[in-house]
């Protein structure tokens, strides 16, 4: 009988990201910039904390849309903190502006698509795992690519938060073999 991943539990809300999101290739730069900085604001806390505010940090944050939040200052800032929606932390919220400026340049030379895909050599790594506690932190990629994006200057990007981030866009297929979609979501390479 096939079962659901375990991580995703009995709430509606971790089901629907699970079956429909979770894992799915995205090669979108703005979505693919949105999830990790959503990741980033997770560190520290669970994901369904963030997945309950994702709405509200979407409307916060402009859409997560990096050519507004890069002109941002300090009366962004300073409002941003005082959202109670949001997760209320200055070096999260100063490192997604600076994320955005970041975001725009490297979009504007190989693309933020790419940049993130070559740790992966452009291609969804497929993992065949039968057991949760199979599944890693962190891996070499997700490693290098933390050591890129710090190179870089982004933050809150640790190697295991790059491989939350990289399960979470599809960059690897984590759904145990027990899980339907592990197979929907390995068609999708």
């Not at 079956?19 to 090669?27: A, F, H, K, L, M």
């Not at 859409?63 to 890069?70: L, S, W």
């Not at 955005?100 to 291609?123: C, M, N, Q, S």
Request: charged content about 25%; proline content about 7%; aromatic content about 10%.
């Amino acid at each position: 009988m096939e079962e659901r991943c375990p991580w995703c539990g009995t709430d509606p809300l971790y089901i629907a990201y699970h079956d429909e999101e979770w894992g799915i290739p995205r090669r979108d730069p703005r979505a693919l910039w949105e999830c990790l900085m959503l990741e980033g604001f997770q560190a520290g806390l669970s994901w369904i904390t963030i997945l309950r505010r994702r709405e509200t940090f979407r409307a916060a944050f402009a859409g997560f849309d990096p050519a507004t939040i890069a002109t941002w200052g300090d009366p962004e800032v300073t409002r941003l903190l005082a959202d109670p929606g949001i997760i209320r932390h200055r070096g999260k919220i100063e490192a997604t502006i600076r994320a955005a400026r970041l975001w725009l340049t490297i979009e504007a030379g190989e693309g933020f698509a790419p940049y993130i895909w070559k740790h992966v050599d452009g291609r969804p790594q497929q993992n065949r795992r039968s057991r949760s506690s199979d599944i890693p932190a962190a891996t070499p990629a997700s490693t290098a690519l933390s050591k890129q994006l710090r190179k870089d200057g982004f933050n809150f990007c640790g190697p295991t938060i790059t491989y939350a981030f990289m399960q979470a866009t599809g960059l690897v297929n984590d759904h145990l073999v027990t899980c339907p979609a592990h197979d929907r979501v390995a068609a999708l390479a």
